[in-house]
């Protein structure tokens, strides 16, 4: 059972646009959620991460939206540029075990000239 | 800031033999390293949690005398896939822990098992 569902599965940009991933998690337990960047052959890394104390967090032009009401997190990438184009995972972990991680299934953007 | 190398970034063996791939903490000490298997356009599957100097932790359904994990130091985790299949084809990718909610991948092994 998927425990962060993620969406879109792909999504195509124009360069200058607003690139918007949406995640939903079911266990209220989770209380930390980062996104990952992965380029094609390279590991993931670290974007940007909230925890449900806040509603937004802000990182350049990376933005995370938290609706803890509505267990949804969502990721806005403004002025998206060529170079943004990688596939992206939202994640989930708990308190009591705050290393171990759920990802969510990826969502490939492509940002066009 | 913290840098986890993994190597080998590729590898092709044949069927039946087997494959390490390592993973290091470069500039700080690892008490625990993850493994993460991902299958073409799929998510990140963790197989286990090692720390060092006890057994691995496995997660359901990884077969734990296919997939040996050893972390014998702070700074070195391996991953050996026994009697590799080609269905044992895929991206694995080890990851660190810095402390509470901080983690750091490596840059993953594609292994191609013929």
């Known amino acids: 059972q998927q425990q962060v569902k993620q969406s879109p599965q792909s999504l195509i940009v124009q360069k200058g646009g607003i690139s918007i991933i949406n995640c939903a998690y079911e266990n209220t337990a989770f209380d930390y959620f980062p996104w990952y960047q992965q380029f094609p052959g390279k590991g993931p890394a670290l974007l940007i991460a909230i925890r449900p104390d806040v509603s937004e967090k802000k990182e350049g032009r990376f933005t995370i939206s938290f609706n803890k009401s509505a267990k949804q997190f969502s990721l806005h990438i403004m002025d998206s540029q060529p170079g943004d184009s990688a596939t992206y995972f939202c994640a989930a972990s708990k308190r009591d075990n705050f290393n171990k991680f759920y990802f969510g299934s990826g969502t490939k953007l492509n940002v066009k000239p | 800031g913290a840098v986890v190398s993994q190597h080998p970034s590729w590898v092709i063996c044949k069927s039946g033999t087997s494959v390490k791939i390592e993973c290091r903490s470069l500039d700080f000490q690892a008490t625990t390293m993850f493994w993460y298997r991902q299958f073409p356009k799929q998510s990140l599957m963790l197989m286990a949690t090692?720390?060092?100097?006890?057994?691995?932790?496995?997660e359901q359904g990884v077969e734990k005398d296919k997939f040996l994990i050893n972390h014998a130091s702070l700074t070195l985790s391996t991953l050996t896939v026994t009697s590799a299949h080609p269905e044992d084809s895929s991206f694995y990718i080890c990851?660190?822990?810095?402390?509470?909610?901080?983690?750091?991948f490596g840059s993953g092994t594609r292994l191609t098992v013929v």
């Open positions: 090692s720390n060092e100097g006890s057994k691995a932790t496995y």
């Open positions: 990851s660190a822990s810095l402390g509470q909610y901080g983690y750091t």
